[in-house]
T-cell receptor, first 113, second 115 residues
Framework: DAGVIQSPRHEVTEMGQEVTLRCKPI?????LFWYRQTMMRGLELLIY????????DSGMPEDRFSAKMPNASFSTLKIQPSEPRDSAVYFC???????????FGPGTRLLVL | GNSVTQMEGPVTLSEEAFLTINCTYT??????LFWYVQYPGEGLQLLLK?????DKGSNKGFEATYRKETTSFHLEKGSVQVSDSAVYFC??????????????FGQGTELSVKP
């Protein structure tokens, strides 16, 4: 299996622009997680899905952030409008079952100028 | 609430030195415990895990024992190599109806091993 795939790997944008991050989980996995990693706050869970349904979005920082999972093989995390403080590495992870091992993608490094 | 505390880094060691990275946790019930490793520019990879008290997880020479009495899960390796240089994350997972197995991570400990 190719593992969890994320795109783009790097994104540089200007403040106010819309940013869309993409994730393809491992085939057959039924949980998908979005994390954000920063020096100041470490690794934070933003939202997770089970069978394409959002279960817990309490980590989403504010209304500028939204996430969707239209099908079992694709999820997006959108920031609109983006701000410099959104600069971070965003990771997607997937697992089979709530007790399964989480497999992480390589991350998207976002820089908002 | 659930939380994980790791010793602060960076930790710098010489090759073949003994490594300990401390991790303590706070959780209700009986969480599963994990160590993840992040190499530069990459995502996190599971290093080892333990799912119940007194379990020992081990992989690639690393070990950690789930100590419920001290709520700890310290990571150890007897002889580190330059290739072990990375950031190490301790994490817990407390399964419940409304938590669905989400991981709670510590802040990470950077390890640098010099030749």
């Amino acid at each position: 299996d190719a593992g969890v795939i994320q795109s783009p790997r790097h994104e540089v944008t200007e403040m106010g622009q819309e940013v869309t991050l993409r994730c393809k989980p491992i085939s057959g996995h039924d949980y998908l997680f979005w994390y954000r990693q920063t020096m100041m706050r470490g690794l934070e869970l933003l939202i997770y899905f089970n069978n394409n349904v959002p279960i817990d979005d309490s980590g989403m920082p504010e209304d500028r952030f939204s996430a969707k999972m239209p099908n079992a093989s694709f999820s997006t995390l959108k920031i609109q409008p983006s701000e410099p403080r959104d600069s971070a590495v965003y990771f997607c992870a997937s697992t089979l079952g709530g007790a399964g091992t989480q497999y992480f993608g390589p991350g998207t490094r976002l820089l908002v100028l | 609430g659930n939380s994980v505390t790791q010793m602060e880094g960076p930790v710098t060691l010489s090759e073949e030195a003994f490594l300990t990275i401390n991790c303590t946790y706070t959780a209700t019930g009986y969480p599963s415990l994990f160590w993840y490793v992040q190499y530069p520019g990459e995502g996190l990879q599971l290093l080892l895990k333990a799912t119940k008290a007194d379990d020992k997880g081990s992989n690639k020479g690393f070990e950690a024992t789930y100590r419920k009495e001290t709520t700890s899960f310290h990571l150890e390796k007897g002889s580190v190599q330059v290739s072990d240089s990375a950031v190490y994350f301790c994490a817990l997972r407390a399964l419940s109806y409304n938590q669905g197995g989400k991981l709670i991570f510590g802040q990470g400990t950077e390890l640098s091993v010099k030749p």
